[in-house]
């Protein structure tokens, strides 16, 4: 139900209401066919994985120190070019893109351990001066948050935490590999946070 929910919405993003209205009434009746045709299909409960992994922004002995809006300069600039923060993205291509909001195909390189499809649509959602959202068409959800707290260097270091929600229509409830999927996501998770 979160990806139709979603497929719904995209259709009135960057559009009038007024312009929109009919069109997006008929593209809604087409997603609740769709919705009801594909839960006679899938699994009733379908398996998500959670991950989560924090880590200093200015870990100790690194110069320069990045201040708490540089690091969110970074992470607007990461909505928009995923590929110069993160080493197994290849491409993103971007279908638009608004002060808050980006809508973009993102291609992994081929070879490289990623915890999903070579190929995802996503919506980015900047939520500054401290969180990006993503919504990933397939359902899947990803978060990375700019925090302060008590570290190595004091009392307010900053850092930078990833969240992820992978869907996996693939598996059910009790599916053995189920535990070697999480291992591999927190491993992806690990990598890219410290790149």
């Not at 978060?143 to 229509?169: A, D």
């Amino acid at each position: 139900m979160r990806q139709i929910r979603y497929l719904d919405r995209r259709v009135l993003y960057g559009k009038s209401e007024s312009g929109y209205k009919s069109e997006s009434k008929i593209k809604a009746s087409n997603h609740e066919e769709a919705y009801r045709d594909s839960r006679s299909q899938r699994p009733s409960i379908m398996v998500a994985i959670d991950v989560a992994y924090t880590a200093p922004i200015n870990p100790a002995g690194v110069e320069p120190t990045i201040s708490g809006a540089q690091a969110w300069a970074g992470l607007a600039r990461k909505a928009r070019l995923p590929q110069e923060f993160v080493p197994v993205v290849d491409v993103c291509d971007i279908h638009w893109d608004t002060e808050d909001a980006v809508a973009c195909t993102v291609k992994f390189k081929d070879g490289d351990a990623v915890a999903h499809e070579r190929v995802i649509h996503e919506i980015c959602r900047l939520r500054p001066p401290y969180r990006l959202d993503y919504e990933i068409m397939d359902g899947s959800k990803a978060t990375n948050i700019i925090s302060t707290g008590p570290g190595l260097n004091g009392e307010n270091e900053l850092f930078l935490t990833f969240v992820f929600s992978w869907v996996h229509p693939d598996l059910t409830i009790g599916d053995d590999r189920i535990k070697q999927i999480e291992l591999q996501h927190k491993e992806v998770t690990r990598n890219q946070s410290n790149s």
